[in-house]
């Protein structure tokens, strides 16, 4: 992945707590890694452990205290790929009706490369026809949507929602960038 530009954007699924490995990840194999996050992204990982793997600070506000703006068109630009991991139903229905009223999905909104999604939730609201149909919306759009798996879930339910495993994102990410 040598100086490949990946932006690695977190929501607030409980798969975020993933995200940093990921992030390792990507980092180890010789990529420029960004991350940008979603305010609820912030109860299950830190803004500390995401800008210590990454090696780059953590956007997830359109300014920032000083009032400097982060420029969320050039963010989109730089990257070569983005990896939306976890993906949550409500940015997935964001997504999927142009709504563009964070940071994250300014910056989805503004992108040229390859988007990859990974979805990440409950068996149910993964099985209800509005998410169903959001997702095949934004894979409609082009975007890359890598399958939740099957398994024991946060909720104590088992069944597919399972956000796929860092490595198999990596891998797949890998994959686009060499193609
Ligand atoms: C403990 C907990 C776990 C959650 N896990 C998920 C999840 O795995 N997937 C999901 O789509 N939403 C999940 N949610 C709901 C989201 O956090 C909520 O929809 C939030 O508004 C998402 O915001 P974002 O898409 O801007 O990050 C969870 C909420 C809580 C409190």
Redo the contacts with the bound molecule.
């Keep these: 992945m040598n100086g490949r530009k990946i932006l690695v954007c977190v ?5 975020a707590y993933k995200a940093p490995l990921l992030v390792r990840l990507c980092v180890k194999a010789g990529a420029e890694v960004k991350v940008v996050a ?4 912030f ?1 299950f990982v830190t803004p500390l452990t995401l800008s210590t793997v990454s090696k780059n600070p953590v956007e997830s506000e359109f300014s920032d205290a000083d009032g400097n703006w982060n420029n969320h068109v050039e963010l989109g630009l730089w990257a070569d790929v983005i990896v939306i991991a ?1 993906a ?4 997935i229905g964001k997504m999927a009706n142009g709504i563009c009223d ?1 940071l994250l999905l300014a910056t989805y909104l503004s992108a040229r490369c390859p988007v990859v999604v990974a979805p ?3 068996l149910d ?1 993964l099985q209800h026809p509005a998410v169903k149909k959001n997702l095949k919306t934004i894979a409609e759009f082009g975007n890359l949507i890598i399958e939740p798996t099957e398994g024991e879930l ?1 909720s104590g339910l088992e069944g597919k929602g399972r956000m796929a495993e860092p490595e198999a994102i990596f891998e797949f990410v890998m994959k686009l960038v060499h193609a």
């Design positions: 929501t607030g699924g409980i798969a979603t305010d609820s992204a109860d976890p949550t139903a409500n940015t964070n990440a939730m409950d609201m946060a």
